[in-house]
């Protein structure tokens, strides 16, 4: 944890270093893949030490299959061989550790890279194998067109901004960030009009820095406070079974579910600073004319904290590994997409059984979810009391379907699972 927190924050500082020295008009593309690739396989080095080169590892073998493998084929090569390889690195360390994982492991960056090469795969196949029309607007907007050399693609996955704690971006937004082309690329793509500007503004992400990184400090406080006071562990211990009424756990439940969120927010939120700092992550100007580095976001806290469906809470936590389950599998799947999707995001995390009964829970909650929406909900849009009301219960029972739904996949393991369900 302390490597983790130690390399982040250096991160940071090179990150700032990186925009300013090495910015695109003060070194050529070249430098700056060379440059963020070697920081960042140094970072993994000294955070997980020998076991580092199962990034590597895996990195090459799906650098091997992208230049070898037909085009109608790579995306499942390289999603079998990574996936394939994720699993087989799960399945030791639960052996190795018998549940008692760090909270920081090699799997973290094992799972971000496995993200990205599966997302670049997808789309080198939209590109190059697929005809325009066949593709949505989205596929269409992200396909790559050529196939990376092998400084861009170990750029791509090994670059110091995300190599630690993610997020996963799409290679032609990485690619357009290192040939200084992204801010310009995200404010032509929402029709910036050049009003009283010889040129297109070049916003900075300072005060996008500034911000996340005081979400990350109280995220922290919180974390040192809250999380160590309320395990959730104690939700099923014997003596609290006992002696507490069914309403009373209930609201505990919900308070131990809140204590383990910090831990994440200042994770994410840290890592989303990084690259800010570095200058990637613009993602636009809005109507008022404020510019957003939100491109990167991995959540948004206000949103989560007052979701009035179970859709708007997992729309808002972790998006972007949200965003790559929707483009390498809800969209491409050929039957039951939510079904998969929920699968494929279990399967992701790991082989802890509490991952699976939380996903597989979801899924149900899920369709009940949208099934109450669209048969009760115009019922309740008449009068703006009844409106309050509708989104004061909704928000209830999606926070406890969202504790009642997580809670297994903090825990873990089967037998502490079925003590809380009982």
């Given at each position: 944890q302390i490597n983790f927190v130690a390399c982040q924050l250096f991160a940071l500082l090179?990150?700032?270093?990186?925009r300013i020295y090495l910015g695109p008009t003060h070194a050529s593309s070249a430098v700056r893949h060379a440059f963020a690739t070697l920081f960042g396989i140094y970072f993994a080095v000294f955070c997980f030490g020998w076991y580092s080169i199962h990034l590597f590892v895996l990195v090459m073998m799906n650098y091997g299959?992208?230049?070898?493998?037909?085009?109608p084929n790579i995306h499942r090569y390289s999603f079998v061989v990574a996936m394939?390889?994720?699993?087989?690195?799960?399945?030791?360390?639960?052996?190795?550790?018998?549940?008692?994982?760090?909270?920081?492991?090699?799997?973290?960056?094992?799972?971000?890279?496995?993200?990205?090469?599966?997302?670049?795969?997808?789309?080198?196949?939209?590109?190059?194998?697929?005809?325009?029309?066949?593709?949505t607007a989205e596929q269409n907007r992200l396909a790559v067109k050529t196939k990376p050399s092998l400084l861009e693609y170990l750029s791509?996955?090994?670059?110091?901004?995300?190599?630690?704690?993610?997020?996963?971006?799409?290679?032609?937004?990485?690619?357009?960030f290192i040939e200084g082309r992204h801010v310009h690329m995200k404010l032509l793509e929402v029709n910036w009009k050049q009003k009283?500007?010889?040129?297109?503004?070049?916003?900075?992400?300072?005060?996008?820095?500034?911000?996340?990184?005081?979400?990350t400090l109280v995220s922290l406080i919180l974390f040192l406070t809250l999380t160590r006071n309320f395990p959730m562990a104690y939700i099923i211990d014997n003596e609290f079974l006992d002696k507490t009424p069914f309403l009373s756990r209930l609201g505990y439940l919900y308070v131990v579910t809140q204590a383990a969120k910090p831990k994440y927010y200042f994770a994410w939120t840290l890592a989303d600073a990084v690259n800010n700092a570095a200058g990637y992550g613009f993602s636009g100007v809005d109507e008022r004319g404020t510019f957003h580095w939100d491109l990167l976001s991995n959540l948004n806290i206000w949103n989560i904290e007052t979701a009035t469906s179970f859709k708007m809470y997992i729309e808002n936590w972790n998006i972007q590994t949200a965003a790559w389950l929707k483009r390498v599998c809800y969209d491409r799947a050929p039957w039951y997409p939510t079904a998969l999707t929920f699968v494929l995001s279990a399967l992701w995390h790991g082989i802890y059984p509490g991952y699976y009964f939380t996903f597989l829970t979801g899924i149900l909650i899920t369709?009940?979810?949208?099934?109450?929406?669209?048969?009760?909900?115009?019922?309740?849009?008449?009068?703006?009391?009844?409106?309050?009301?509708?989104?004061?219960?909704?928000?209830?029972?999606?926070?406890?379907?969202?504790?009642?739904?997580?809670?297994?996949?903090?825990?873990?393991?089967?037998?502490?699972?079925?003590?809380?369900?009982k």
């Amino acid at each position: 944890q302390i490597n983790f927190v130690a390399c982040q924050l250096f991160a940071l500082l090179a990150a700032f270093w990186f925009r300013i020295y090495l910015g695109p008009t003060h070194a050529s593309s070249a430098v700056r893949h060379a440059f963020a690739t070697l920081f960042g396989i140094y970072f993994a080095v000294f955070c997980f030490g020998w076991y580092s080169i199962h990034l590597f590892v895996l990195v090459m073998m799906n650098y091997g299959i992208m230049n070898m493998a037909s085009i109608p084929n790579i995306h499942r090569y390289s999603f079998v061989v990574a996936m394939g390889y994720l699993t087989l690195c799960h399945i030791s360390r639960i052996y190795i550790f018998h549940y008692g994982i760090l909270t920081t492991d090699f799997s973290g960056p094992l799972m971000i890279i496995t993200q990205k090469i599966t997302t670049l795969a997808c789309q080198l196949h939209d590109g190059i194998g697929r005809q325009a029309e066949e593709l949505t607007a989205e596929q269409n907007r992200l396909a790559v067109k050529t196939k990376p050399s092998l400084l861009e693609y170990l750029s791509y996955l090994l670059n110091f901004m995300s190599i630690i704690a993610g997020p996963c971006s799409n290679y032609k937004d990485y690619v357009a960030f290192i040939e200084g082309r992204h801010v310009h690329m995200k404010l032509l793509e929402v029709n910036w009009k050049q009003k009283g500007y010889d040129r297109l503004p070049d916003p900075s992400p300072t005060g996008a820095v500034m911000y996340k990184l005081c979400i990350t400090l109280v995220s922290l406080i919180l974390f040192l406070t809250l999380t160590r006071n309320f395990p959730m562990a104690y939700i099923i211990d014997n003596e609290f079974l006992d002696k507490t009424p069914f309403l009373s756990r209930l609201g505990y439940l919900y308070v131990v579910t809140q204590a383990a969120k910090p831990k994440y927010y200042f994770a994410w939120t840290l890592a989303d600073a990084v690259n800010n700092a570095a200058g990637y992550g613009f993602s636009g100007v809005d109507e008022r004319g404020t510019f957003h580095w939100d491109l990167l976001s991995n959540l948004n806290i206000w949103n989560i904290e007052t979701a009035t469906s179970f859709k708007m809470y997992i729309e808002n936590w972790n998006i972007q590994t949200a965003a790559w389950l929707k483009r390498v599998c809800y969209d491409r799947a050929p039957w039951y997409p939510t079904a998969l999707t929920f699968v494929l995001s279990a399967l992701w995390h790991g082989i802890y059984p509490g991952y699976y009964f939380t996903f597989l829970t979801g899924i149900l909650i899920t369709l009940a979810a949208r099934a109450i929406r669209n048969n009760c909900r115009h019922y309740f849009l008449s009068s703006v009391p009844l409106k309050t009301a509708y989104d004061v219960l909704t928000w209830a029972v999606t926070q406890l379907a969202v504790c009642y739904t997580v809670a297994p996949f903090v825990m873990l393991a089967v037998e502490p699972t079925i003590k809380f369900y009982k």
